[in-house]
């Protein structure tokens, strides 16, 4: 049977941060955090689930812009190669820059940068929207008239080196600190500190930021997040929540050039009051009723939550082991249930009241794909009598299930 060898990325990448911690663990520094490393593990799955539904239609428009509109014929070679690595760092340089720089660019790349901690696992919050946009800025390169084939397998290792600048257990290294982006240089650019805003934007090579001025070394200790802490483990939050920010600044904004002006500017353009009245309307509105830090502490809640992310990583490796084999159907139904799951695992960091609907709809999507899978018509009688039940003894279910997970009575 034919196999998704790509697949063993995730038990891969899933080893080496177990590695990091552990030579932390052998540092003694503490740079892990249970809630925080969920929620990045969280943002990580969503997009290598995504990406496996999306791979091809990049690929498609790279061919697609290579075949209409290539101003030249380049053929594979050892200097085409690096010729095609040079540009392709540069283009990298320029997107990430105009990330920082423009508030529609960065709703999409904020979700990277929400972290307080830094290691490996910050690696992995990386967003579909993030890739649909360097997808628009790469898409440079088949115009130029580099061939689909060469774009997409150069991408692959060069998206290979981003995983191993994000940790604090290594220190700089000499030399290739003039050549490469480090782990030091690399920390520069995730933290908040007032000397280190907006540098360091390189993927691979550090010779861009010192070639056009966004360069600055480590000297003092980086202080990790954004300059106005976000606060919330939710998966939802940390993807939507600089949108509805921008989106409320813009229709308060008036006239319509005062609005195009917002978009394209820059990110403290935001007012930051509109973070707070949001988070009172959407955010908090469902306060947690005891404290999140108690609660996280606890061995049943810890293990409820390890418990789904092992459940998640293991369908989502299965998932794209055997992508070939299975039914779309199958897959959309796989789908559905590790982005529930995650959306889960995000409000029981919350605490969130809403979460046992979440459970429900899980339920619901296990009960369907059992049906897909049998074709008993039983099931579905069974379904309706489970829905009677619940609706009946609802109130008994949702004070069990806050006083299992949260330890609420």
């Known amino acids: 049977m034919e196999i998704n060898w790509l697949a063993f990325a995730v038990p891969f990448f899933l080893l080496l941060m177990g590695l990091e911690y552990l030579v ?34 990049f ?3 790279y061919d697609s812009l290579h075949r209409h509109y290539a101003l030249f014929d380049v053929q594979p070679g050892i200097w085409t190669w690096i010729v095609l690595f040079l540009a392709t760092d540069f283009v990298w340089y320029w997107y990430h820059r105009l990330a ?19 290691n490996y696992t910050v690696s992995a919050r990386i967003t579909i929207f993030q ?8 898409s440079v390169l088949p115009i130029v008239g580099f061939p689909a084939e060469m774009i997409t397998s150069l991408l692959l290792l060069h998206g290979l080196y981003p995983f191993f600048i994000h940790t604090r257990t290594i220190g700089k290294l000499g030399w290739l600190e003039y050549v490469l982006v480090t782990p030091s240089h690399h920390r520069v650019h ?29 000297d003092e200790e980086p202080v990790y997040g954004l300059t106005k802490p976000l606060n919330s483990h939710s998966f939802l ?14 229709r308060q904004t008036p006239g319509f050039r005062a609005k195009l002006r917002l978009l394209f500017g820059r990110p403290d353009a935001v007012d930051p009051i509109w973070r707070d009245r949001l988070e009172d309307r959407f955010l908090w509105a ?7 830090t108690s609660t996280a502490s606890t061995y049943r809640f810890r293990g409820y939550v390890v418990g789904q992310m092992v459940l998640t990583l293991a369908l989502l490796f299965g998932l794209l082991l055997y992508e070939q084999h299975i039914p779309a159907v199958y897959q959309w139904l796989a789908a559905g249930f590790i982005l529930l799951t995650v959306v889960n695992m995000g409000a029981v960091l919350e605490q969130r009241q809403w979460v046992l609907y979440l459970e429900i709809a899980r339920v619901g999507v296990l009960w369907m ?41």
């Open 369 to 409: 794909t059992l049906y897909a899978l049998s074709g008993y018509k039983l099931l579905i009688v069974l379904a309706y009598i489970g829905s009677l039940s619940l609706w009946a003894y609802f109130a008994t279910v949702k004070r069990h299930y806050y006083q299992l997970i949260y330890g609420i009575k």
């Open 286 to 292: 469902d306060a947690p009723t005891r404290s999140r």
């Open 131 to 138: 890739a649909i946009l360097r997808t628009g800025f790469w």
């Open 100 to 118: 920082h720089e423009i508030n529609l660019f960065w709703a999409a790349h904020i979700v990277h940068h929400q972290s307080d901690e830094f």
């Open 59 to 61: 690929y498609f428009v």
């Open 237 to 250: 939050w940390q993807h939507f929540h600089f949108l509805l920010e921008l989106l409320v600044s813009v």
């Open 190 to 218: 995730h933290a908040s500190n007032p000397a280190y805003l907006d540098k360091n934007y390189g993927d691979v090579l550090i010779i861009w930021d010192k070639l056009f001025g966004t360069f600055a070394e480590e």
């Open 24 to 57: 932390s663990r052998w540092q003694r520094k503490d740079y892990f955090t249970f809630s925080s490393s969920v929620a990045n593990l969280n943002v990580g799955i969503i997009e290598r689930l995504l990406d496996s539904f999306t791979v091809g239609a």
